[in-house]
């Protein structure tokens, strides 16, 4: 019950994020790419094209790919 909850408040939250980042892309106050990028590392567990994405992202810059890693928040291959 309480892994069910913690996803979809994940969810409901990735796509909030999602949200206020395409919404930042046109209004200038609000930091577009931010909330896009927070939004899809927060849907990546569910979603298989942001998972493809965070998979290429970490290919291309390794080393922030290594530091965000041991941080609590990075989607790890167990979250699926």
């Known amino acids: 019950m309480r892994r069910r909850t913690r996803r979809a408040l994940r969810i409901a939250v990735g796509v909030a994020l999602l949200v206020l980042g395409l919404a930042g892309l046109v209004l200038p106050v609000l930091q577009g790419l931010l909330f896009l990028f927070l939004g899809v590392v927060l849907l990546a567990p569910d979603v ?16 922030l790919a290594e530091r965000a890693r041991r941080s609590r928040w990075w989607p790890g291959d167990d979250d699926a």
């Not at 298989?48 to 080393?63: D, I, M, N, T, V």
């Open 48 to 63: 298989a094209a942001f998972r493809y994405l965070l998979r290429r992202l970490e290919a291309r810059f390794p080393g």
